[in-house]
């Protein structure tokens, strides 16, 4: 995590309930000047509205947004504060006749401090398509062109909501190449994304949005530290019923090349393991990929919740 500045994005305390129904609850978090901040959560966590909220798309209920130092008030963002800000929505579309040169030329237009048309094109690395119409991009181009047209006015703060959606993998890689480049110019950024992988790649610091609130928040190893298990892994002469016998093991996964334990107290496991079979190979101790962190986090929340809602209507 970078050292404590002065944020460029904070929201304290933001409330927003469509149709009585609350989807953002007390909701607060911060961001620091060169910071990528990936917000997860499962479909339906509130995570568009949140980001809307703070653009000014939809008005909160209650709570503050500052960007770039500046209080919000409502729905509405000043002209030179929108010139800060890059926008890179996941329903994005743009004129389907107009040519990526076009486009570029357009969005260039609005930032006099920005992009010019052809170094757009470069950003999107759709030099050999400049003269290709909109909707005859397939879908990994359109999203290069999105992303290079959120960079038009050289922003401050990026919001890039599903950034390598409908990609390959080498396309991915190269945006993601690009997010390290701007976060190494200062550049602030608020990511949204269902690669787990992407997250652990890109983000300084996590923050698991579920059912409204944050019930998380912290380095993507400080995330997965927060599960209740280790991987071990190794090639053992033991039986599974011996490994699975053994303190601490959750769960067994067999391989051709070896077993995968599962295990909440990975010390005893190790220590246990080479007293009864001396002669273990390619012994490894891991933590868990970010998915599961994710998953058990997320289900956790989902189960502390069921309980308070039976508690609810036992009361």
């Not at 003269?131 to 991009?137: A, D, N, T, W």
């Not at 956790?300 to 209507?313: C, I, P, S, V, Y």
Request: with cysteine; proline share 3%; aromatic share 4%.
């Amino acid at each position: 995590m970078k050292p404590q500045t002065e944020a460029v994005l904070r929201v304290c305390s933001l409330d927003k309930a469509f149709a009585g129904k609350r989807v953002l609850n007390n909701i607060d978090l911060s961001l620091t000047a060169g910071e990528v901040l990936c917000i997860l959560g499962p479909n339906g966590a509130g995570k568009t509205t949140l980001i809307s909220a703070i653009l000014g798309l939809i008005a909160a209920d209650a709570g503050e947004i500052h960007l770039l130092g500046q209080l919000q008030q409502g729905a509405e963002r000043s002209v030179a504060l929108r010139q800060q800000l890059g926008v890179m929505l996941q329903i994005g579309s743009l004129p389907a006749t107009l040519t990526v040169a076009e486009q570029c030329d357009l969005f260039a237009s609005y930032y006099p401090a920005g992009y010019r048309a052809p170094e757009l094109v470069a950003l999107a690395g759709l030099e050999d398509h400049a003269k290709q119409r909109f909707g005859r991009l397939s879908g990994g181009q359109k999203q290069r062109l999105l992303f290079a047209l959120a960079l038009a006015g050289k922003p401050r703060l990026l919001f890039l909501d599903e950034p390598t959606l409908g990609m390959d993998v080498e396309a991915r890689r190269n945006l993601w190449q690009q997010i390290h480049q701007l976060q190494q110019q200062g550049v602030s950024i608020v990511l949204t994304t269902h690669y787990l992988e992407e997250a652990e790649q890109l983000a300084d610091r996590i923050m698991v949005l579920h059912q409204g609130k944050f019930i998380a928040d912290g380095s993507p190893g400080e995330l997965k530290a927060l599960t209740r298990y280790k991987l071990v892994q190794c090639c053992s002469a033991l039986s599974d019923a011996a490994l699975l016998a053994l303190p601490g093991v959750l769960q067994l996964n067999r391989q051709q090349d070896g077993v995968t334990m599962h295990s909440s107290h990975a010390e005893q496991t190790v220590r246990a393991l080479l007293s009864q079979d001396p002669g273990v190979s390619q012994l490894e101790v891991r933590q868990v990929a970010l998915e599961q962190a994710f998953l058990q986090l997320t289900g956790d929340a989902a189960a502390a919740q069921a309980g308070a809602d039976n508690q609810e209507q036992v009361a």
